[in-house]
């Protein structure tokens, strides 16, 4: 069974820091691009990060390139996000999600992240 569990989330301070991260198993992790996408209350769907399979090309929307960073650990089967200098409007859920063929074919439950005085 493919599994992706998030972990991580929390309340923070505006300018605070969190590290997401995202345990996969059930399938190859390291044959696939990964991907955190996040969701505000009452917006939709926005895509935050990629890494591919070997961890050497991430890509970002231009928003977010100079507070957050993905990196993954293929040892652990594990991917993370760091998430620095937060903001309001960064309060969403946070999901992982595995990338084939365009798409997201799978996704894990979300982890929540509040960034709140």
């Known amino acids: 069974e493919i599994q992706l569990v998030e972990s991580g989330g929390g309340l923070v301070q505006p300018g605070g820091s969190l590290r997401l991260s995202c345990a996969a198993s059930?399938?190859?992790?390291?044959?696939?691009?990964m991907a955190w996408v996040r969701q505000a209350p009452g917006k939709g769907l926005e895509w935050v990060s990629a890494i591919n399979w070997n961890g050497k090309t991430t890509y970002y929307p231009g928003s977010m390139k100079a507070r957050f960073i993905i990196s993954r650990d293929n040892a652990k089967n594990t991917l993370y996000l760091r998430m620095n200098s937060l903001k309001s409007e960064d309060t969403a859920v946070y999901y992982c999600a595995r990338s084939w063929m365009g798409e997201y074919d799978y996704w894990g439950q979300g982890t929540q992240v509040t960034v709140s005085s």
């Open positions: 059930g399938f190859p992790f390291d044959d696939y691009t």
